[in-house]
């Protein structure tokens, strides 16, 4: 059974940084692509950043683009994103998702995690 569990999320100030950690298990790590989504309130989930088996391909939402970073470490089965210039309207539950498939395509992620919340004040 795949299971993802994120760590990282908190309450920070707007311009602050935080760093996500999403660590897996269950499945070859290495053989699929990651990504990171979120959900703010009243909202409908959305994505923010995917990153290809290799690390050597990244794509990002535009709203996230220049700010976030996503990476991966195979040998720790661990994905990051790692967030600068935080604002309010990025506040939401943030998840972590694995896809056999395309890292651009949503409906590709079939193992997802629990969440953490990111809460930035202004």
């Known amino acids: 059974q795949v299971q993802l569990v994120e760590s990282g999320g908190g309450l920070v100030q707007a311009g602050g940084s935080l760093r996500l950690s999403c660590a897996a298990s269950g499945r070859t790590f290495r053989s699929y692509a990651m990504g990171w989504f979120r959900q703010a309130p009243g909202k409908e989930r959305e994505f923010v950043a995917a990153?290809?088996?290799?690390?050597?391909?990244?794509y990002y939402a535009d709203s996230v683009k220049g700010r976030f970073t996503i990476s991966r470490d195979n040998a720790k089965n661990t994905v990051y994103l790692q967030m600068n210039s935080l604002k309010p309207e990025d506040t939401a539950v943030y998840y972590c998702?694995?896809?056999?498939?395309?890292?651009?395509?949503?409906?590709?992620?079939?193992?997802w995690g629990q969440g953490t919340q990111v809460t930035v004040s202004s």
């Open positions: 998702a694995s896809t056999p498939g395309s890292m651009y395509l949503r409906r590709t992620y079939d193992y």
């Open positions: 990153v290809s088996w290799s690390g050597g391909n990244t």
